[in-house]
């Protein structure tokens, strides 16, 4: 079992940048990570995965302005976030995924706004 933790939420203007981390309390080597994130009112969303190998894969809302990658070394993942919108505000949450076992952290938010 792993624990993640999340972390670089905060408030940002339209247009700005932040890069959210995910910490995991083991080894996240063999997992599948993803990103994923819920607005109030809305169901949860996929944003971004990227495999144990490092397949990426994005939201098309995302697709130009977000990069998902991993550091196995440091046993943590990243969402870097540019151009970001009003529409991006969120909770967002770390998933690690193993066979049949699912993860997640406690989420950040992540508010746009002028």
């Known amino acids: 079992q792993v624990q993640l933790v999340e972390s670089g939420g905060g408030l940002v203007q339209p247009g700005g940048s932040l890069r959210l981390s995910c910490t995991a309390s083991g080894s996240i080597f063999f997992y599948n990570m993803g990103w994923y994130r819920q607005a109030p009112g809305k169901q949860r969303e996929l944003v971004a995965t990227?495999?144990?190998?490092?397949?990426?894969n994005y939201a098309d809302s995302v697709k130009g302005r977000f990069t998902i990658s991993r550091d196995n070394a440091k046993n943590t993942v990243y969402l870097q976030m540019n151009s970001l919108k009003p529409e991006d505000t969120a909770v967002y949450y770390c998933n690690g995924a193993l066979r049949y076992a699912t993860y997640w952290g406690q989420g950040t938010q992540v508010t746009v706004s002028s």
């Open positions: 990227i495999s144990s190998v490092d397949s990426t």
